[in-house]
């Protein structure tokens, strides 16, 4: 007898990480897939470690309690001040994001390299942890991109104010001879196009939306080992989206970026709040 597929449960501070369910979703059709944007506390990028620990844990278990069987930690902020302990609480397979240091490092030709990131990321112990490792022989630039992912969570992508923003942040990147750029924000993807325009051919923009999904497809596929024998014609997985902030907002997002016909829930008051 066939078993229902997994449930992945998966969160951010927005909507950013749809950046990365999409990713999820051209690889896993099947999945069940459970979003929570705890937008409430938007963005993460500039709360405290322990607020960020403590959003962390209230939505894991809240993801789980609704039957998700992993969790896609879809925030590199939140991975960098929580997936250890959330890893130490829960049963459940966790994947978090890294910014992808070690395959920039591989294809820098001037020996530069820059990371786009939340203040919170560019000072973590984990980014550091990432530079030791793969990119101690470069130089690696940390550049804190405060007021991008409210610019996203506005759907502002091609504005003169984005445009103003990203140019006051990459230009000076740019002059240090950066060639590859580092999105270490699930939020930053959505401004690729105006980033590239920005930068042109010759720097090379990384994100890690479709390493992270193989790698959680490879996860899901140990729980539902069947999946791969399934054919595309079944039917495809459900989808739930939850928030803790404004909703007509969430749902105007979705409809940009994911689909028209989706709608967010607000989660419960015990839910948004935090002690």
Request: glycine fraction near 6%; proline fraction near 5%.
């Amino acid at each position: 007898m066939k078993t229902s597929p997994p449930t992945i449960g998966v969160f951010d501070s927005g909507m950013g990480g749809l950046s990365v369910l999409h990713e999820m979703r051209l690889l896993m059709p099947q999945a069940n897939l459970i979003y929570v944007a705890d937008s409430a506390w938007l963005p993460y990028g500039n709360k405290s470690e322990a607020l960020v620990q403590e959003r962390a844990t209230i939505i894991t278990q809240f993801l789980i309690h609704q039957g998700a069987s992993m969790i896609v930690v879809a925030c590199n902020t939140a991975t960098a001040a929580a997936v250890s302990d959330l890893r130490q609480t829960f049963e459940v397979p966790i994947i978090g994001m890294e910014p992808a240091v070690k395959p920039a490092a591989e294809l820098t030709q001037t020996g530069v390299i820059a990371v786009l990131a939340t203040e919170n990321t560019t000072k973590s112990q984990r980014l550091a942890s990432l530079t030791t490792r793969f990119a101690d022989h470069i130089t690696v630039l940390t550049q804190p991109c405060h007021g991008l992912v409210e610019l996203v969570e506005a759907h502002a992508l091609d504005t003169p104010a984005t445009f103003a923003l990203l140019e006051k942040y990459i230009t000076p990147l740019l002059s240090a001879e950066a060639d590859v750029l580092i999105l270490g924000c699930t939020h930053y993807p959505f401004l690729k196009p105006a980033i590239q325009s920005l930068v042109g051919d010759k720097v090379k923009i990384l994100d890690t939306g479709a390493a992270i999904a193989r790698h959680v497809q490879k996860q899901w596929l140990m729980l539902y080992p069947d999946d791969n024998k399934q054919n595309s014609d079944e039917q495809s997985g459900s989808e739930f989206f939850y928030c803790t902030g404004d909703v007509q907002a969430a749902n105007h997002l979705l409809a940009q970026f994911w689909r028209e016909d989706c709608r967010c829930i607000l989660l419960p008051e015990t839910i948004k709040s935090a002690s």
